[in-house]
């Protein structure tokens, strides 16, 4: 199965040094049945792209929570064996959970098929998105215009080749 686990280049960073992308039990985002209702598609590339959009909302809110951290959100696409992520039934109706799995297992860094983050240039609009999403979790029309206007961003795909590049670790 094909996961989405929201990070921060820090975390990422720490990962890297580990080796590891985190212990289970963690909150991760892929195609789930309630994605999929939702989502009302049934191509499997807009569904993981959903998943990876998901993903992305909650790098933001952990950038929200740790305001010394790159403002760049970090979403690490990683394949776990069928049975290692599963959604939590009882919460698979809440809006805010759509495509949330909770991966019981640890995850190899190795088993990483690609990291995607913000390009630099979408470090103002993820600043202010970070900044806005309190007020827009409380139903603030316009912190959610804000927060939307980081997803106007399109993260970059990187080779796992190029996370020590992006960790300030390459050479």
Do not use: C
């Not at 790098?59 to 069928?82: E, I």
């Not at 991966?103 to 979408?122: F, G, I």
């Amino acid at each position: 199965m094909r996961v989405y686990v929201p990070l921060t280049l820090p975390a990422l960073a720490e990962a890297h040094k580990t080796g590891e992308l985190g212990t289970g039990p963690f909150v991760a985002y892929a195609v789930t049945p309630a994605l999929r209702e939702w989502y009302l598609s049934d191509d499997i590339e807009e569904l993981e792209y959903a998943a990876l959009s998901r993903a992305a909302l909650a790098s933001l809110r952990l950038l929200a929570a740790g305001p010394d951290a790159p403002r760049r959100r970090v979403v690490v696409a990683v394949d776990v064996p069928d049975g290692t992520a599963a959604a939590d039934p009882d919460r698979g109706l809440d809006p805010a959970a759509l495509g949330e799995v909770r991966v019981t297992a640890t995850v190899a860094l190795a088993r990483a098929a690609a990291v995607h983050v913000d390009s630099d240039d979408a470090d103002e609009d993820v600043t202010a998105a970070a900044g806005a999403l309190a007020a827009a979790d409380g139903g603030d029309d316009d912190a959610q215009f804000v927060v939307d206007g980081a997803e106007d961003h399109e993260l970059l795909w990187y080779a796992t080749q190029e996370i020590p590049n992006l960790v300030g670790q390459g050479g």
